[in-house]
């Protein structure tokens, strides 16, 4: 079965930091990969994609993911964290470039000042 | 644009009852899905669009019924309404294959 995985429950950082959350697909093919922000009672938002080239992407709000193909790893990074960055973050992948996008179970990203 | 928009924002449900989430974009997406959000589980896909008249399963799909007659809307429907189904339910549309999608704000369904 297609899935995503997301190892840490929750990532806790001093704000001013580098942050990492992390991210393994098992996708068959070259799944397009997605890395979306959810805050308290809210919807998800989206920070940025991978479809294709360059193996780092950047998106939204200083965030940057890095591709790694032979690891089938997209982890998400921050060079210096805000305590504004304390949300729930989901990695997805697009199962066969369908538009059907699976979740991983989310890390929770807590920033301390 | 007001984006994705769904109603209810909260429901309370008996056990048997149905009832419809609305969903509405109006972006002129071709692709909207629906989502279930449980506590440690991420989100699992329940039905998806790529158009107008196309519909299809996701993973999650027993207990529910959806229909796309226009671009902008795609109602869940609920048909019998059960305990395991108490969620929050997110309507998601996107331009294409690639696209991000667009999450509305959620509609949180207890049934009791």
């Known amino acids: 079965a297609q899935s995503v995985a997301q190892p840490e429950d929750q990532v806790n950082v001093a704000e001013g930091n580098p942050l990492t959350v992390k991210c393994t697909y098992s996708?068959?093919?070259?799944?397009?990969l997605f890395w979306y922000v959810q805050y308290p009672n809210r919807g998800l938002q989206f920070l940025l994609k991978?479809?294709?080239?360059?193996?780092l992407v950047k998106g939204s709000y200083g965030f940057e993911a890095e591709f790694n193909k032979s690891q089938t790893s997209f982890h998400l990074k921050k060079p210096s964290a805000l305590v504004s960055d304390s949300a729930l973050y989901f990695c997805a992948a697009d199962s066969g470039n369908t538009g059907k996008l699976i979740f991983g179970q989310g890390t929770t990203l807590q920033v301390k000042p | 644009n007001a984006g994705v928009t769904q109603t209810p924002k909260f429901q309370v449900l008996k056990t048997g009852q149905s009832m419809t989430l609305q969903c509405a974009q109006d972006?002129?997406?071709?692709?909207m899905s629906w989502y279930r959000q449980d506590p440690g589980m991420g989100l699992r896909l329940i039905h998806y669009s790529v158009g107008a008249g196309i519909t299809d399963q996701g993973e999650v799909p027993n207990g529910y019924n959806v229909s796309r007659s226009t671009t902008e809307d795609f109602p869940l429907r609920l048909l019998s309404a059960a305990p395991s189904q108490t969620s929050v339910y997110f309507c998601?549309?996107?331009?294409?294959?690639?696209?991000?999608?667009?999450f509305g704000s959620g509609t949180r369904l207890t049934v009791v």
């Open positions: 972006m002129n997406h071709e692709y």
């Open positions: 998601a549309s996107s331009r294409g294959q690639g696209d991000g999608y667009t």
């Open positions: 991978y479809i294709t080239g360059d193996n």
């Open positions: 996708v068959s093919g070259n799944p397009y």
